[in-house]
């Protein structure tokens, strides 16, 4: 039961990864980091699972990011 519970929890939480990831690398990365504007598909699909493990962080600072 534990283990399951574990199981549903970290899918969970890598389904919200991947769900943020998208919106974060089409328009979220170039708020954060300047010198990301100019990158390209490579350089998103590279960072893609670093983004997607680290999603709670990266929202923190999206959000406290003025426009």
Known sequence: MLVAIFVYTLTLYAA?????AVP??????????PHAAGAGIAFRLLVFPGVAA????LLRRWIGVRP
Not at 16 to 20: E, P, Q, R, S, T
Not at 24 to 33: C, N, P, Q
Not at 54 to 57: I, N
Request: aromatic share 22%.
């Open 16 to 20: 919200l990864g991947v769900a943020f």
């Open 54 to 57: 680290l999603w709670p962080f």
């Open 24 to 33: 974060f690398l089409i328009a979220g990365v170039s708020r954060i980091d």
